[in-house]
């Protein structure tokens, strides 16, 4: 973590594509990025959304990222562009250097395959095992203990952590992220009802993913029975994610912790998932859809259209039922006042009956 002026900040800020001004004094120097809430002197911080713009009048961040609109303290300096949050995403890269990679080039107590080729800039840790067959691009950061198995084909600036797990003949694109504990490529869930044992069915098929996607810690992609599993450039993943064999996932998707997606489902691009959410196999997920959280689909979900509940259902639709199912207490309390005037009218009308009798 190093020192910059706001003025130093600003300027490579619109050398990476960022649009901005830099207000008050150009001077400044930051050290840090950090929240409006815990920065300090030598800290800058952001305010992206408009609902805690109470907060960046208390702050005591020496400078701030802010739109083009927001109001700023006096004696505190800014940096204004159209998207806050975006040109966040850039300074933590700045000003930080975000995550510098232990260099190994490639390591002595690396195993790697005679048949297998690797590109040129490598850094391969100590107990990497490269099977037979392998082939991996330029720019490769793969960390201690990873596995990579027979014909698998990784990209350039392929990036795994540790302990991560290839199975033979998967397909990894360009600049593909995968965090500690992921496993790619293992069998899906195959068996057929023999009498009354399952038989298991080889899966014979593989995993592609993109490039450019992002898979967090102790993920599982099964690979196809037949064909391919497929995850599309731009895809993002969170940890514990399950992803069943023969399934395709879109461009630019979001999957957010402990989603699971069975087998031979398609989901199209842009789709956000959320978290504890499942959705069972053979199904449709069209392009922008969004799915809630701990939402069970069921059904084909139409494009644009946002799910909740379980099973799921159109998020207005969702809203009701959960209104409806608060109610139910002082519903029943109405209906057992309703059910005693009941009984009481059955009871007058007993009784005036019987003394028109008489």
Same mark, same amino acid.
């Given at each position: 973590?190093g *020192?910059?002026?706001?003025?130093? !900040?600003?300027?490579?800020?619109?050398?990476?594509?960022?649009?901005?001004?830099?207000e008050?004094?150009?001077?400044?120097?930051? =050290?840090?990025?950090?929240? !409006?809430? $815990?920065?300090?002197?030598?800290?800058?911080?952001?305010?992206?959304? +408009?609902?805690?713009?109470?907060?960046?009048?208390?702050t005591?961040?020496?400078?701030?990222l802010v $739109?083009?609109?927001?109001?700023?303290?006096?004696?505190?300096?800014?940096?204004?562009?159209q998207?806050?949050?975006?040109?966040?995403?850039?300074?933590?890269?700045?000003?930080?250097?975000?995550?510098?990679? +232990?260099?190994?080039?490639l *390591?002595?107590?690396?195993?790697?395959?005679?048949?297998?080729r690797?590109?040129?800039?490598?850094?391969? #840790?100590?107990?990497?095992?490269?099977?037979e067959?392998?082939?991996i691009?330029?720019g490769?950061?793969?960390?201690?203990?990873?596995?990579?198995?027979?014909?698998?084909?990784?990209?350039?600036?392929?990036?795994?952590? %540790?302990?991560?797990?290839?199975?033979?003949?998967?397909i990894?694109? =360009?600049?593909?992220?995968? =965090?500690?504990?992921t496993?790619?490529?293992e069998?899906?869930?195959?068996?057929?009802?023999?009498?009354?044992?399952?038989?298991?069915? %080889?899966?014979?098929?593989?995993?592609?993913?993109?490039?450019?996607v992002?898979?967090?810690?102790?993920?599982?992609?099964?690979?196809?029975?037949?064909?391919?599993?497929?995850?599309g450039?731009?895809?993002?993943? *969170?940890?514990?994610?399950?992803?069943?064999?023969?399934?395709?996932?879109?461009?630019?998707?979001?999957?957010?912790?402990?989603v699971?997606?069975?087998?031979?489902?398609?989901? #199209?691009? =842009?789709?956000?998932?959320?978290?504890?959410? @499942?959705?069972?196999?053979? !199904?449709?997920?069209?392009?922008?859809?969004?799915? @809630?959280?701990?939402?069970?689909v069921?059904?084909?979900?139409? +494009? #644009?259209?946002?799910? !909740?509940?379980? %099973?799921?259902? +159109?998020?207005? $639709?969702?809203?009701?039922?959960m209104?409806t199912?608060?109610?139910?207490?002082?519903?029943?309390?109405?209906?057992k006042?309703?059910a005693?005037?009941?009984?009481?009218?059955r009871?007058?009308?007993?009784?005036?009956? *019987?003394?028109?009798?008489?």
């Amino acid at each position: 973590m190093g *020192s910059i002026t706001l003025s130093e !900040l600003s300027e490579q800020l619109a050398a990476a594509g960022v649009p901005n001004t830099a207000e008050g004094d150009g001077q400044v120097v930051v =050290h840090a990025v950090n929240t !409006l809430e $815990d920065a300090g002197p030598g800290e800058i911080s952001f305010l992206a959304n +408009p609902r805690y713009r109470h907060r960046l009048a208390a702050t005591k961040a020496s400078a701030v990222l802010v $739109d083009l609109q927001a109001e700023v303290p006096a004696g505190v300096s800014a940096i204004r562009s159209q998207d806050p949050y975006a040109t966040l995403c850039h300074a933590i890269v700045i000003v930080h250097g975000y995550r510098k990679h +232990p260099q190994w080039d490639l *390591s002595q107590r690396a195993n790697v395959g005679e048949t297998a080729r690797i590109g040129a800039s490598l850094n391969i #840790g100590p107990e990497v095992t490269i099977a037979e067959g392998v082939t991996i691009g330029d720019g490769a950061t793969i960390y201690p203990g990873c596995f990579i198995g027979p014909g698998c084909v990784l990209g350039d600036k392929v990036t795994l952590y %540790p302990n991560v797990v290839i199975y033979d003949g998967s397909i990894l694109g =360009h600049r593909v992220t995968i =965090h500690a504990g992921t496993v790619i490529g293992e069998d899906g869930l195959g068996y057929a009802p023999v009498g009354d044992k399952w038989v298991k069915i %080889p899966q014979v098929g593989q995993v592609a993913i993109a490039d450019d996607v992002e898979i967090g810690a102790n993920c599982t992609i099964d690979r196809a029975t037949l064909g391919r599993t497929e995850i599309g450039s731009g895809t993002k993943f *969170s940890n514990l994610i399950a992803i069943g064999h023969g399934t395709k996932i879109g461009q630019d998707c979001l999957l957010v912790a402990q989603v699971g997606v069975a087998g031979s489902t398609t989901v #199209g691009k =842009h789709v956000t998932v959320a978290g504890q959410a @499942g959705i069972v196999g053979h !199904l449709t997920i069209g392009d922008g859809a969004t799915i @809630g959280a701990q939402a069970g689909v069921k059904n084909n979900v139409e +494009p #644009g259209t946002t799910v !909740l509940g379980s %099973p799921a259902v +159109p998020i207005n $639709d969702a809203k009701r039922q959960m209104l409806t199912a608060q109610r139910l207490p002082e519903m029943r309390q109405q209906l057992k006042n309703l059910a005693a005037e009941v009984q009481a009218l059955r009871e007058l009308m007993h009784k005036n009956a *019987s003394e028109n009798r008489e």
